[in-house]
């Protein structure tokens, strides 16, 4: 079965901490595509990156970093010097080329930033 | 551009009535999906549309029913509220099937509670 696994269910850091929060998919296919979003306290569900299955390249913007390694089938979001206004819970979803009309995501990672 | 627009806000009915809560998108997108968000568990998904005329069951589909007669609506219907369906219900929409890797765009959510 497709599937996303986000382990961590809540993480707390201190304000200017670093923090990775992990993913990981299985897939049958060889195309597909990951992505990231974020939802804040407020409740809305922020688009905030999608990678595809042929480009491995890390992704970096501003304090957020993206490690996708198809080896290990995992797609990580690091935050650096994290803020309070990064308080949110983070989910990693996955669609895949064969059975195309589906977004698959993971339970979300809860983070709290402490000031 | 309003994007997706979700209606009601919140809403709290009493087991056994029905309802319809209604999404709107103004992209001229092609897919459009219904997604409840239940405490540990993320975003399941409740079914989906790929265009026009055109619906399918996810994850989650009984006791929900859907139409889409138009390329910017797609309301979702509850039967006969239980109160199991209490969740905050999101609905997506994206330019083409998730397996051309198009980011999904969120409404703000419908809070339900089924008493």
């Known amino acids: 079965a497709q599937k996303v696994t986000q382990a961590q269910t809540e993480i707390s850091v201190v304000e200017k901490e670093d923090v990775t929060l992990d993913c990981v998919y299985e897939t049958r296919d060889t195309t597909y595509y990951l992505f990231w979003y974020k939802q804040p306290p407020s409740g809305e569900l922020v688009f905030l990156i999608r990678?595809?299955?042929?480009?491995?390249q890390n992704e970096i913007s501003g304090r957020y970093s993206w490690n996708f390694q198809k080896s290990t089938s995992s797609f990580n979001f690091t935050i650096t010097a994290s803020q309070v206004v990064d308080s949110a819970v983070y989910f990693c979803?996955?669609?895949?080329?064969?059975?195309?009309?589906?977004?698959?995501f993971g339970t979300g990672t809860s983070l709290t930033v402490i000031p | 551009n309003a994007g997706v627009t979700q209606t009601p806000k919140f809403q709290v009915l009493k087991t056994g009535q029905s309802m319809t809560l209604q999404c709107a998108q103004d992209m001229n997108h092609e897919y459009m999906s219904w997604y409840r968000q239940d405490p540990g568990m993320g975003l399941r998904l409740i079914h989906y549309?790929?265009?026009?005329?055109?619906?399918d069951q996810g994850e989650v589909p009984n006791g929900y029913n859907v139409s889409r007669s138009t390329t910017e609506d797609f309301p979702l219907r509850l039967l006969s509220a239980a109160p199991s369906q209490t969740s905050v219900y999101f609905c997506?929409?994206?330019?083409?099937?998730?397996?051309?890797?198009?980011?999904?765009?969120f409404g703000d959510g419908t809070r339900l509670s089924i008493l």
């Open positions: 549309s790929v265009g026009a005329g055109i619906t």
């Open positions: 990678r595809n299955s042929f480009d491995e």
């Open positions: 997506a929409s994206s330019y083409s099937k998730p397996q051309r890797g198009q980011p999904q765009h």
């Open positions: 979803a996955h669609t895949y080329w064969d059975t195309g009309n589906q977004f698959y």
